[in-house]
């Protein structure tokens, strides 16, 4: 076999490679851009709905303790000293 050949062969695995990375990459943006259009298609047939409070991207990063009920437990998590609280 010639250097050329030697070199090609050499090549394929990356380039085959690439191109399996390249079609990943183009099927999880087509899906996220698919279901982006999906949500506001559906926004728009049913405006009446609040669909804020459900949206991931309104979510905090963390929890945050809101009241009284979660006794400092970031969160609300239950201890073992308060049988009262659900887990």
């Known amino acids: 076999m010639g250097p050329v050949l030697d070199y ?3 090549l394929v695995p990356p380039i085959g490679l690439a191109l399996l990375l ?8 087509r ?7 999906a949500e506001r298609r559906f926004r728009e ?7 804020a409070a459900t949206s ?8 945050v303790a809101r009241d009284e009920t979660t006794k400092g ?11 009262q609280q659900t887990r």
């Open 8 to 10: 090609v062969i050499a």
């Open 45 to 51: 047939e049913h405006p009446d709905l609040d669909l």
């Open 73 to 83: 437990n970031v969160g609300g998590t239950a201890t073992d000293d308060d049988p």
């Open 22 to 29: 390249a079609v990943v990459v183009r099927a999880f943006l």
């Open 56 to 63: 991931i991207d309104r979510r905090p990063a963390f929890p």
């Open 31 to 37: 899906a996220d851009r698919t279901e982006r259009d």
